[in-house]
Structure formats: structure tokens, C-alpha cells
């Protein structure tokens, strides 16, 4: 997908959007639910309520931050056309001020999919399990990634990190103690 000019209020709100969804791992509807005031002071933490009516502190990276940054500064620019009402709670706005609804993130997503990888089927749950998966085979511990997510059991967690077989030899050769050839050949030497 290519950077929205800063000209382009839907682009910094859509791109805002995905760097959340993906970036914090978040459910299509507790994106729906966030707030502008969702955020700790220095925006590296968002609250989030999951389901079960849980919330949780999630982090929010760098790239999100920048985009969120970028939408913030123009986000007055969705207020209705005619009334000039806006949502003054919600952080993601239609061209009308109101909240986005999780149908309409979902048609974004889907939207923004089909423009970029040429798949009209991209939904906001791939790139919940896209940055699972990610953040496993970056070397997350599976705990970690299960507090992210919100799930109560890990059982849920492991169904969403799908680890390429390079990357859980990678993972494997970095973590265990007598993994590698080094350390392997070091241990049959004595």
C-alpha cells in the first residue's frame, strides 16, 4: 500500500487503521471501540476491552504511532459536512464524525487488500493472526503473545501462530542450550 499524502485525510485514517489492527494485534470490533483517549500518555500503551467485557493494556508500535500521529492532526477534518458534529470519543471516524462500525472497517480492510495484494478477501482477523504469527517467529514467548491477543487459554493462542519451518529452527538454534553446530560439536569434545 502505498503512504498517503498528507493531503488525504481518508488515506491517514485508513493507514492509521491497519498500523493498529495489525500492529497491536487488535479484534476488528476492539479497534471499533477504541477511543482517543484510549491511550497512555506517550500513546505506547492502548486500552482495549476484549470480549468478556476484559480490557487490557496493549503496546503500540512505533509505525502505529507515526500513522496515529499523522490522523490525529486531521481528524477534525471528518466532521460532518453540513453540522459539523463529530464523535468526540471515537478515534476512527466516517466522513460523517460517527464512529466507524466494525462492518465498515471490515470493507476497508477488504478494500485496502484487494489495492494492495490484489486479494479482495484480506479481513481485519488475517492481519490479527498475520501479527501473531510475526511476532512468534520474531521470537516472542507464546505467553506474551497470549496476553497481546486477550485470550484466556494458550490453547486459543497457539491455533493462531502457524511457525514456518525455518523460522522454528531459527527459534530453536537461538533458544536451546546444546541447539547450533558450535555448541553441539563444543559438548561432543568433552
Known amino acids: 500500500m502505498e503512504v498517503p499524502s498528507k493531503s488525504d485525510p481518508v488515506g491517514l485514517r485508513d493507514r492509521a487503521l491497519l498500523e493498529l489492527i495489525y500492529g497491536s494485534a487488535l479484534r476488528v470490533g476492539e479497534v471499533a471501540a477504541v477511543n482517543v483517549d484510549s491511550f497512555s500518555q506517550d500513546m505506547q500503551l492502548v486500552l482495549v ?9 496493549v503496546p503500540v508500535g512505533g509505525p502505529c504511532r507515526q500513522a496515529l500521529g499523522e490522523y490525529l492532526a486531521i481528524r477534525a477534518s471528518f466532521a460532518h459536512p453540513k453540522t459539523g458534529l463529530i464523535d468526540s470519543h471515537a478515534l476512527f471516524l466516517s466522513s460523517r464524525g460517527k464512529r466507524l462500525s466494525v462492518r465498515r472497517i ?14 479482495s478477501h484480506v479481513h481485519p482477523h488475517a492481519l490479527r493472526h498475520s501479527a501473531a504469527t510475526h511476532l512468534l517467529e520474531a521470537g516472542a514467548d507464546l505467553r506474551a503473545i497470549q496476553e497481546i491477543l486477550g485470550h484466556s487459554s494458550i490453547s486459543t493462542t497457539e491455533k493462531y501462530t502457524h511457525l514456518s519451518t525455518p523460522a522454528l529452527v531459527k527459534v530453536y ?5 546444546l541447539a547450533g553446530s ?5 559438548e561432543d569434545k568433552s
Not at 538454534?173 to 542450550?177: I, L, Q, Y
Open 106 to 119: 471490515q470493507e476497508i480492510v477488504q478494500k485496502l487488500g484487494a489495492q494492495a495484494v490484489g486479494r
Open 49 to 57: 476491552m476484549g470480549k468478556g467485557q476484559k480490557e487490557r493494556q
Open 173 to 177: 538454534d537461538r533458544s536451546h542450550p
Open 182 to 186: 558450535d555448541k553441539r560439536a563444543e
